[in-house]
C-alpha cells in the first residue's frame, strides 16, 4: 500500500464514468477554540500535483506553498464553516457534518461520487465512499485536507488580532500548555468552545 497518497480510489470511479469525483476534509475537530472548516476539491480526472498529502503532514510553510496549485488545477472548491455557536450547540461531530455538506455545497458542479475521509456524511443525497485514513490514501481527499487546513489556520490569525493575548495565530486553538496557561489567566472569549471541557471549567473558575 501507498504511503502517499494516490489515484487509486479516483480512477476506480472513473473507470465507471464518473468524471467529478470529490474529496471532502476538514479541519479544526480537536481545538478548543475557534471554527471546523471542511473542504470538498473535484479535479479533472488524472490531475496529480506532486508534495499533496495529509495537511498533518506537512509543515506550515509545504500547505502554503500547495494551496496555490491545488487552488489553480482543480475544476471547483467549496468550503463550509461551522463557527463555534454551532458547534456548542449540536456539538463538534454534527458541526462537522454540516460543514462538509456546505463545503460540498459550496462547489460549482454537482460531483458524482464523494470519498470522504473516516466517516460517511448523515443525509447526503449524493454517493459517497468513506476511507479510513483517506487523506493519507487519496489525492482528492489529501487536497481538500490541505485547503481546509490553510484557510483554518488564515481565519485564526485573523481571530488572533481580534482577541489578542490567546496566541491563537501561533496555536490556532489547539489545547497547548501555552493556550491552557492563557485560557486560565484571561477567561474564555468569544471564540472558545464551551461545550469543551477545558473551556467549562475556566468560565465555572471564572464566577467564583
Wanted: proline content about 6%.
Amino acid at each position: 500500500m501507498s504511503k502517499r497518497p494516490d489515484l487509486r480510489y479516483e480512477r476506480r470511479l472513473w473507470k465507471l464514468g464518473i468524471d467529478a469525483v470529490a474529496g471532502v476534509d476538514e479541519a479544526g475537530v480537536g481545538p478548543m477554540a475557534g471554527p471546523v472548516v471542511a473542504a470538498a476539491v473535484v479535479f479533472a480526472p488524472e490531475t496529480f500535483i506532486t508534495g499533496v498529502h495529509d495537511s498533518k503532514q506537512l509543515t506550515h510553510d509545504q500547505r502554503e506553498q500547495l494551496f496555490t496549485p491545488i487552488r489553480d488545477r482543480a475544476i471547483a472548491i467549496g468550503v463550509g464553516i461551522a463557527e463555534v455557536n454551532e458547534i456548542d450547540r449540536l456539538n463538534i461531530y454534527w458541526a462537522t457534518m454540516s460543514a462538509s455538506r456546505r463545503a460540498l455545497a459550496a462547489l460549482s458542479l454537482t460531483p458524482g461520487h464523494v470519498l470522504v475521509d473516516g466517516r460517511l456524511i448523515p443525509s447526503l443525497e449524493l454517493p459517497q465512499t468513506k476511507i479510513v485514513g483517506g487523506d493519507r490514501k487519496s489525492f482528492c481527499i489529501a487536497a481538500a485536507s490541505i485547503i481546509a487546513k490553510v484557510t483554518r489556520d488564515r481565519m485564526m490569525v485573523a481571530l488572533d488580532a481580534q482577541y489578542p493575548g490567546y496566541g491563537f495565530a501561533q496555536h490556532k486553538g489547539y489545547c497547548t500548555n501555552d493556550h491552557m496557561q492563557s485560557l486560565l489567566k484571561l477567561g474564555p472569549s468569544p471564540i472558545h468552545r464551551r461545550s469543551f471541557q477545558p473551556v467549562a471549567a475556566s468560565a465555572q473558575r471564572a464566577l467564583f
